[in-house]
């Protein structure tokens, strides 16, 4: 049977010549999937929305509420940073747009080389449009590194009970354990 193109099985002999399929949706498919998986193994509930309509590409319950996610995803530098571009476009626009509080909560970035997520409440970037990260550089003092695997933010105690079997830090002033503040809290 002939193989689906795109499918790499790496076999003893040969090396496979890309580790990223080289198609842009496809790519960001996969990207999805790795929040997916990440967000389900700490234990948050994931739901898809139907259709391609939304702001969001993922509803994450934790439990005592429900976050909006946008996934994005940066490959190359501008200068020292890693660039992920955070916006989108009107229907039949090419004007870019950011995102706001109305549409998401939360931006998970994903610097693909390095495999490191940032997340990011909508209100700390809007009304940016392109995001500097420098998970290359530890102890870096950018603006987004504070949020750098920052999935704590998403088990917020404001509300309630987290979801039973959540493992997460909970990322809430009301937890003496972190000290930090998170999404749910700090701009209300
Ligand atoms: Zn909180």
Redesign the pocket.
């Known amino acids: 049977m002939k193989q689906k193109p795109g499918i790499r099985v790496p076999t003893p002999t040969a090396t496979p010549k890309k580790l990223f399929v080289r198609n842009t949706k496809r790519c960001g498919e996969l990207i999805e999937i790795a929040f997916l998986h990440k967000a389900a193994d700490m234990g948050f509930a994931v739901t898809k929305p139907y259709g391609d309509s939304e702001a969001y590409d993922f509803i994450v319950d934790a439990g005592n509420r429900l976050w909006r996610v946008q996934v994005k995803s940066g490959s190359s530098m501008v200068g020292q940073a890693y660039n992920v571009v955070a916006h989108h476009h009107r229907i039949g626009k090419k004007t870019k747009i950011s995102y706001t509080p109305e549409q998401i909560d939360i931006l998970a970035a994903y610097v693909v080389p390095l495999k490191v997520w940032y997340i990011i409440p909508v209100r700390a970037f809007t009304p940016h449009i392109a995001l500097f990260l420098f998970p290359h550089l530890p102890g870096h003092n950018g603006k987004y590194e504070q949020f750098r695997e920052a999935w704590h933010l998403l088990a917020?105690?404001?509300g309630g009970e987290l979801k039973e079997g959540i493992v997460t830090v909970?990322?809430?002033?009301?937890c003496p354990a972190s000290g930090k503040?998170?999404?749910?809290?700090?701009w209300k």
């Open positions: 917020c105690l404001r909970p990322g809430c002033a009301y503040v998170c999404p749910g809290c700090v």
